[in-house]
């Protein structure tokens, strides 16, 4: 099946999808996203991305390309063209078309809007659930504001390169004092030796994850121990258990970190039971 889409007011076919070249998002990477998760043709945590969404276009004073009803309406006839029923949903707003100049557009430069979904294979992503994966730690290369979900990726990007090149899945970003902030494209997480689950605090040095927050429901619900604050590479080290969390992935439980085992080297229980109970607390659209 051809894949469909979205490009500012018309369903298209991917291959016959276009932005124009001098799109601001392709000259400077001067745009946003977000990536929700689709499931049985449903989007998950909609009201959270979307207010990030809105949150990252006020930041950089980008408009919005469309009302939330009408953007709505967009990721729905997207997933449905593509028969999403267990993928992801990605939304791309960009500052638009203009002559190419640093400083912004004239005001009347309307934003550019594009939208894709495709399918995840359900049983390849609970597989590497069940076995966990690897992650191999690098600087934090990125700008001081990554708090805005921004298209600007490079350093992610090189971070993935590194990881996968070294067998791993996902890199953890670690700052100038030793501490993990969070992953390339996930949050990080650890259990530490007495039973706490601990995250990096919300700031401009970490992207405020959805599904993080969706966790600490969780994990505020069945009354778990839990502290948001820094933790460095040594106590991830020695840490009882490590996961990471995203939209796409949901929780995935880390069982090694630079080619050393996490507590036993397996998946954790809380890790694990937080991916199995996740969906009871996130919401689902209709
Ligand atoms: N990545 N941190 C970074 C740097 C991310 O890119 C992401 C998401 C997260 C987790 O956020 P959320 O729980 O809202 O997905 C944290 C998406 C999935 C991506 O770029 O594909």
Known sequence: MSRIAYVNGRYLPRNEARVAVEDRGYQFADGVYEVCEVRGGRVVDERRHMARLDRSLGELRIARPMSPAALAIVLRETIRRNRVRDGIVYVQVTRGVARRDFAFPADHTRPSLV????????????????????????????????????????????????????????????????????????????????????????????????????????????????????????????????FVTSASQIVLPVVSIDGRPVGNGGPGLIATALRRDYHRHAEISE
Not at 193 to 217: C, E, N, Q, W, Y
């Open 115 to 242: 939208v894709t979904a495709r399918s995840n294979d359900l049983e390849h992503l609970e597989q590497t659930a069940v076995e966990g994966i690897a992650v191999v730690t690098v600087p934090d290369i990125r700008w001081k504001r990554v708090d805005i979900k921004s298209v600007a990726l490079l350093p992610n990007v090189l971070a993935k390169q590194t990881a996968r090149e070294q067998g791993a899945r996902e890199a953890w970003l670690v700052d100038g004092e030793g501490r993990i902030t969070e992953g390339a494209s996930s949050n990080a997480w650890i259990v530490s030796r007495d039973g706490k689950l601990i995250t990096h605090p919300l700031g401009h040095d970490i992207l405020a994850g959805i599904t993080r927050s969706v966790v600490i429901d969780v994990i505020k619900a069945q009354g778990l121990a839990f502290e948001e604050r820094c933790f460095t590479v040594e106590e991830a080290y020695a840490a009882r258990e490590a």
